[in-house]
């Protein structure tokens, strides 16, 4: 069964995911890539040796001497072990470099060339998307027009709701009309009892996800 996000409807997922899920990201059965279940993927891929099983048997680890790769149902495979730790040099988040010298942030410690110890290590951090079944890295945001009317909240913890039509990209252009389309809608809650604004499809909104729930981050007033 494909993973249920609620208040979305959209291309993944089966239409209820904005973005790609456990469904599409599944490196065995991924769906999309030939857009069906997954098992012309696995016919197709060039992975050798994986403990695989069509109903309940493996026929052999080396899946290209499986006599049918339709069949494969099953797939055992390792998994990297979280948190991951890495270790590195690059930017900070303020866009200087790291490790830096000592007493001027925005030049690199040279040592970090032949001195691995200068290098920055740690965690990285992943957060854990419970609808979609997956390791993400930050917060979701989309932008699009408002298709209901936001009403006030009595207040934060009763919100409303209103949904907005979300621009998706579909061209290679920038800035032009030709590049977007505004095929997916989703469900947003207004936990601000000072925000309202009518139905309008002028009136331009930015929404993130936060607990699972998409909040306006700007609401245009045309």
Known sequence: MPPSVSGESGDFS?????????YELDPYFPRGVFEDDGSEFMENCDY???????DGQTEDLQIRKVQDRKSIDTIRSMAL???????????????NPVPHEDGDITKFDTALASERAKWKTGPVKLMWDDERQI???????VCGVLESSILAADSPTDPTTFTIRT?????????????LTLSETI???????????????NAFVIVVRINYEWLPLWVGCP
Not at 81 to 95: C, E, K, Q, V
Not at 135 to 141: A, N, Q, V
Not at 189 to 195: A, E, I, K
């Open 187 to 201: 469900t947003c809650y207004n936990r601000d009892p000072s925000l309202e604004q009518e139905a309008d499809s």
């Open 14 to 22: 089966d239409g209820d995911s904005l973005f790609p899920t456990a």
């Open 167 to 179: 621009f998706k990209k579909t061209g290679s252009g920038k800035g032009d009309s030709d590049s």
């Open 48 to 54: 050798l040796a994986v403990i695989n099983e069509t």
């Open 81 to 95: 072990r979280g948190p991951l730790m890495l270790s590195g040099w690059g930017y900070d988040i303020a866009n």
């Open 135 to 141: 390791w993400t890295g930050g917060l979701d945001m």
